[in-house]
């Protein structure tokens, strides 16, 4: 799929299938918004804002308040493509919400899914 593309689909859309990707492993709506919290630095009360606006993914990382000084931790990978390995830094971004929902998903606990 083009960068482009990926970049204006609907947030709140890729929101709800992240969601549901971590909650059909048994992991809780709560784990997955703090998990996206602390890759982005948005408050628990801006997500939910978000819900329903009409935000594009990629402005949504764009506009991350505070970014994780941490996330260069993340490693691994994600449909075949190591995310540290990404050129495009929006894409990276992107990947990394990804690679720590796959986390939460398996059942990684948040501690080192947060890189504590």
């Given at each position: 799929m083009e960068n482009n593309k990926v970049y204006g689909m609907d947030f709140t859309?890729?929101?709800?299938?992240?969601?549901?990707k971590a909650m059909k492993k048994g992991r809780t709506k709560e784990e997955a918004d703090?998990?996206?919290r602390w890759l982005t630095g948005y408050s628990q009360a801006e997500l939910e804002?978000?819900?329903?606006?009409?935000?594009?993914?990629?402005?949504?990382?764009r506009n991350a308040p505070k970014p994780n000084e941490n996330r260069h931790l993340i490693k691994g990978?994600?449909?075949g493509v190591r995310v540290e390995n990404i050129e495009d830094p929006l894409?990276?971004?992107i990947r990394y919400?990804?690679?720590l929902?796959?986390?939460?998903a398996k059942g990684k606990s948040m501690d080192k899914i947060l890189r504590k």
């Open positions: 859309k890729i929101y709800q299938l992240l969601l549901n703090e998990v996206i804002s978000m819900q329903g606006q009409n935000i594009s993914y990629g402005d949504f990382f990978a994600v449909c894409m990276r971004e919400l990804d690679k929902i796959d986390e939460l």
